[in-house]
């Protein structure tokens, strides 16, 4: 009875984190979450990261979302891969704290359930918990701890490389034990290596991953100048906040996991990666509350019941429906969008498999079966590796009898924030030949 009353706890946990990723999340579902399920659906048609489509960090979430997909390939699938981390997230952040926990819950429907948005970076921040549930319970699990620290590296290598810090101050004078973590540490890593080798994607890999950071800074958020000074300045304020409760408490190398999530915000300093920051700063200040663990706990399910019910009312009064769509029937959208969406499907499809350029490529590529082109996949500014829209012109130049099927809404956009790379579509626009044009779409014929 014990273990059923346990399976059930277990259940109710992954079925409100599958409601909150799949039906109150279901507004931030549109960008990221695409791109991400796109790069796990690539895989289990055996195309290789980095070499058949330009992927922009380390790869263990495209992996570990594509092992559903065997089952279903359909976005659906994504989401539940999705939601079983956030559960098992849950799950070791309430075996740590308790009751307390539940304050996670009300920031999480505070902010509208975006920092539960399926990507790489909740699967770097799921990894960042299991270090802090690690440390915590089983500290001299050494070889362990190190390899969970190299699958936040493959998780998000920009925000995983520095959970290495932690281990260097604590244990530099405990020398076995910080080789311990560091073979428990290199073991991940080394496979990771040799799998780009065999595959042949150790320069794209490079190119993308690590000399593209530099094309990524120069075009993106606040080191291109497009600054959001909002979330620069809390994310300043949080920074100190953490810094004090690090001083406080010296000894607790969980917080210094934790501080590292600065590095979900930073460059673009957007309300997405902020609130993946918000989720490593609400950890840290959970032992600090001191309010009855009870009445804490109620507050917060009924406050979040409550925001949960306003977000379905603010649904339904937006008119929301079900996609029948090629790998993304069951999920929610705006009525409008998906009317739209119905009507480009069936214009792209006139066509004998053309190259779609604009934000939604992903979605295109899925739901109409549309080749994928290497470096021709995502396009955002910073995903083509160094000096990479000269480069991704030049591959463009050298494609011959092709369709291309522009976005002149994403092209137009004004939006100072926008990653859109528009060179690339003024170089269609400006090469080849218009033949058609409809739902905000161009169609150009490259000879």
């Known amino acids: 009875m014990k273990k059923l009353k346990s399976l059930y706890k277990y259940l109710i946990i992954f079925l409100a984190s599958l409601f909150s990723c799949c039906i109150l999340n279901c507004m931030h579902n549109y960008s990221d979450p695409i791109y991400n399920y796109f790069t796990s659906h690539a895989i289990l048609f055996g195309k290789v990261p980095y070499l058949d489509y330009n992927l922009i960090t380390t790869p263990l979430y495209a992996f570990y979302t594509s092992i559903l997909l065997h089952v279903y390939d359909d976005f659906s699938m994504f989401l539940v891969s999705q939601s079983i981390l956030v559960a098992v997230s849950f799950y070791l952040i309430y075996n740590l704290y308790g009751k307390k926990s539940y304050i996670l819950l009300l920031i999480t429907s505070m902010i509208g359930y975006c920092n539960l948005t399926g ?3 909740y699967m770097c921040f799921f990894m960042m918990v299991v270090l802090v549930y690690l440390e915590k319970k089983y500290s001299n699990k050494d070889y362990l701890i190190g390899f969970v620290i190299a699958l936040a ?14 281990s260097l101050i604590f244990y530099y004078k405990d020398k076995k034990k910080l080789f311990k973590r560091l073979v428990g540490f290199i073991i991940p890593i ?15 890999f490079i190119n993308l991953c690590i000399l593209g950071l530099f094309d990524f800074a120069n075009h993106n958020g606040a080191t291109s100048g497009k600054i959001n000074y909002l979330f620069v300045i809390l994310t300043f304020i ?36 902020f609130s993946m920051y918000l989720n490593c700063i609400s950890i840290m200040l959970i032992p600090y509350i001191k309010i ?16 949960a019910v306003f977000i379905m009312i603010w649904y339904i009064n937006h008119d929301i429906t ?16 998906y009317k739209q969406k119905l009507k480009i499907i069936k214009f792209i499809n006139k066509f004998e498999n053309p190259i779609y350029i604009g934000y939604s490529s992903p979605y295109y590529i899925t739901t109409n079966d549309l080749e994928i082109i290497p470096y021709l996949t995502i396009y955002c500014y910073g995903n083509y590796g160094y000096d990479g829209i000269k480069n991704t012109i030049n591959r463009i130049n050298n494609i011959h009898n092709r369709i291309f099927i522009v976005s002149m809404e994403d092209y137009n956009n004004k939006y100072k924030y926008s990653q859109f790379p528009k060179e690339l579509a003024k170089y269609i626009i400006n090469n080849c030949e218009k033949i058609d044009e409809k739902y905000g779409l161009a169609v150009y014929y490259k000879k």
């Open 119 to 121: 990507t790489y970076n």
């Open 153 to 166: 590296v493959l998780s998000k290598h920009t925000v995983g490389i520095f959970l290495i810090i932690p």
């Open 190 to 204: 080394i496979i990771f290596i040799i799998y780009l080798f065999v595959t042949g994607s150790m320069n794209d």
């Open 238 to 273: 949080f920074m100190i906040i953490s810094i004090i409760i690090i001083i406080k408490n010296k000894k607790n190398i969980c917080n210094y996991y934790l501080f590292f999530g600065l590095f979900f915000t930073v460059p673009l300093f957007d309300y997405f990666h």
């Open 292 to 307: 009855n663990e009870k009445l804490l706990s109620r507050v917060c399910i009924i406050s979040s019941l409550f925001i």
């Open 322 to 337: 079900i996609s029948k769509n090629n790998h993304y029937k069951y999920t929610l959208n705006f009525k409008d969008d």
